[in-house]
Every structure is written in C-alpha cells, then in structure tokens.
C-alpha cells in the first residue's frame, strides 16, 4: 500500500486563529488527494478533493473559504483551518488513491483541538 | 449521492465466535466496496475490500460478499480474538464513473468487541 503522512499529528490553537496541516505522499505521486474529519465516534466525512494543480472540489456543506486547500506538487496537499473555533476541532485525516481504479490509503491523521 | 447504512452499531462476541456486520448503499453506479478497521486515535486500515465483478472474497479469517441486486454487502471475520476488537467501517466508491470522483462514502461503523 501507499505511504502517507500528515503533520502535525495533534495540535491546540486559541480561537480564531489558523492552523496548516500537511498531508504527504512519501512513496507515489498524487494528483488526488482527499480530505476527511472525523468528530468522537463518529463516521468520516469527505470534506473536499484536492486536485494537483487546480482548485479543490469542496463537498456540500463545506465552507471553502474556511477551509483552505492547495495542492501546489504532486505529493503535497495541505489542509488550512482558518479562524478556528471550538466546534472545528475534530480528527482530520486525508489519504490518497494510488490509481482512479484503486483504493484509498489514508495518513494517520491531525488531532485539532481548538480552545 | 451515495447513501451507506451500517448495522449493527455494536457488537460483541466471544473469543472465538464469528462476526458479521452488514451494509446497504443506495447508488447502482457504486462499483468498488472496501472495509477498513480502525483502532482508537488511529487510522483507518484496509482491511478487505471487493469490486463489483465479484461476489466473495476471502482472507485468511476475513472474508466479504456481495449482492448487487439488493446492494447489500457484508463482512464476516471468524475465529475472533481479541485484537479484533475495533471500529470497523464499511464504504462504496464509484471507480472510473465519470462525474463519480472516485470518492468514498463511510458507512457510520461498528463498534467490535471481543471478549475472553
């Protein structure tokens, strides 16, 4: 399978302001990636699709103005929460599909905590 | 969109005992169906997964079949242990549809115990 990171693993901020999280690659190049998050016991929900070189596909509900994504090379995405309030924090997890036809490998997630 | 339902939420077994857990999805164009586990604070794992062309897969204790007509797809894992206990998700993809992005709708997960 896929080899893929996320940085930070965990983060505290104060409110309102914006925290960057890395999701990497290490061993293919992607020219998708997918953005989750997922709150305490619950499912994981696709918030957007990252795409290599163009803007990101946002999925219904999803304020893309808060939540800023770039996919600036093909094994780099990253995830910016802007203006962080407590009901953003949750576990953000991104992965990335080897091929169209293949499935998903997901890094080990970003542990937001907003105070 | 792609609706996913899982069942059960919860489920408990004894060590040793088999396990199932069920999921139904709501869009025809769905042609690729994995199972992931996933351990408290961490990712989720494939654990398995199938493709429509396919009405079971196993392996080793795991195994995975399919109904197209009634879209409903299921996970077996027998001879439980222990470090079977997790939370396992299932999920649909739409795979090379155009317009389906090849994107992932989760089931809401089940909650697996197993007990000494």
């Known amino acids: 399978g896929a080899v893929v990171s996320q940085h930070p693993s965990w983060v505290i901020c104060k409110s309102g302001t914006s925290v960057k999280i890395e999701c990497r690659s290490l061993d293919f190049q992607a020219t998708t990636m997918f953005w989750y998050r997922q709150f305490p016991k619950q499912s994981l929900m696709l918030m957007a699709t990252s795409n290599e070189g163009s803007k990101a596909t946002y999925e219904q509900g999803v304020e893309k103005d808060k939540f800023l994504i770039n996919h600036a090379s093909l094994t780099l995405s990253t995830l910016t929460v802007t203006s962080a309030h407590p009901e953003d924090s949750s576990f953000y997890i991104c992965s990335v599909p080897l091929r169209l036809a293949d499935t998903q490998y997901f890094g080990p997630g970003t542990r937001l905590t907003v105070l | ?116």
Do not use: M
């Open chain 2, 1 to 116: 969109g792609e609706n996913v339902e899982q069942h059960p939420s919860t489920l408990s077994v004894q060590e040793g005992d088999s396990a199932v857990i069920k999921c139904t999805y709501s869009d025809s164009a769905s042609n690729y169906f994995p199972w992931y586990k996933q351990e408290l604070g961490k990712r989720p794992q494939l654990i398995i997964d199938i493709r429509s062309n396919v009405g079971e897969k196993k392996d080793q204790r795991i195994a995975v079949t399919l109904n197209k007509t009634a879209k409903h797809f299921s996970l077996h894992i027998t001879e439980t242990q222990p470090e079977d206990s997790a939370v396992y998700f299932c999920a649909a993809n739409s795979l090379g549809v155009t317009g389906g992005g090849n994107k992932l709708t989760f089931g809401t997960g089940t909650q697996l115990k197993v007990e000494l």
